[in-house]
């Protein structure tokens, strides 16, 4: 079965393609003119309109997921925006420490929210996978993306950046979002 993957992002493709092998289930890139406007409030909302426009230009079913980071002495900011928070990856990792830094209560949790559309953009199945942790005070690790490198996983001394491809994709948000999704693609 194919699926188009409502990314432009490489690194969710890749881990998307990881934690499906073996399902049977191959995802794509969606067909050029891929440009959905996240106008969304909730990370649902987001989900759902990548993965209709995705099925839109690609005329096949298409999977999307809207994920950020959400710290709880923020108020849950970054939120929907932990992706536009700043320019780069690293500018938005500093403007995190700098904005965490006079709070003790560090818990955050990764939010990743899937939906899957079939080829006309009629919603078949919606998960939510979390993560929950807590935000370092540096930096640590090399792997991983975006705020990996400063995600202390709950249970772990460790960043997400610090965990091996296989470990994070076990215990990530996305990884949990996508086996609940798959489980309900192959019952």
């Known amino acids: 079965m194919k699926i188009v993957f409502a990314t432009g992002?490489?690194?969710k493709l890749k881990e998307i393609q990881e934690i499906a092998k073996g399902s049977g289930i191959e995802f794509v890139l969606p067909a050029e003119g891929f440009n959905p406007v996240e106008n969304?409030?909730?990370?649902?909302?987001?989900s759902l309109i990548k993965a209709k426009e995705a099925a839109r230009v690609s005329k096949?079913?298409?999977?999307?997921?809207?994920?950020?980071?959400?710290?709880e002495a923020l108020n849950g900011a970054p939120g929907i925006h932990s992706a536009r928070y700043a320019e780069t990856a690293q500018a938005r990792i500093d403007k995190l420490l700098k904005e965490i830094a006079p709070y003790d209560n560090r818990k955050a949790e990764f939010v990743c929210s899937m939906t899957l559309v079939d080829e006309n953009g009629?919603?078949?199945?919606?998960?939510?996978?979390?993560?929950k942790g807590e935000i370092a005070r540096t930096q640590a690790g090399q792997?991983?993306?975006?705020y990996d490198p400063i995600f202390i996983v709950e249970g772990t001394n460790k960043t997400m950046a610090e965990l091996?491809?296989?470990?994070?994709?076990?215990?990530?948000?996305?990884?949990?979002?996508?086996r609940k999704m798959l489980a309900l693609l192959t019952r």
């Open 9 to 11: 992002n490489a690194h």
């Open 40 to 46: 969304g409030k909730t990370f649902e909302e987001n």
């Open 60 to 71: 096949l079913p298409a999977l999307a997921d809207d994920s950020g980071l959400c710290v």
């Open 122 to 131: 009629n919603l078949l199945h919606s998960t939510l996978g979390i993560c």
């Open 143 to 146: 792997g991983g993306f975006g």
């Open 164 to 178: 091996s491809d296989s470990r994070k994709n076990e215990i990530s948000h996305r990884g949990r979002a996508l």
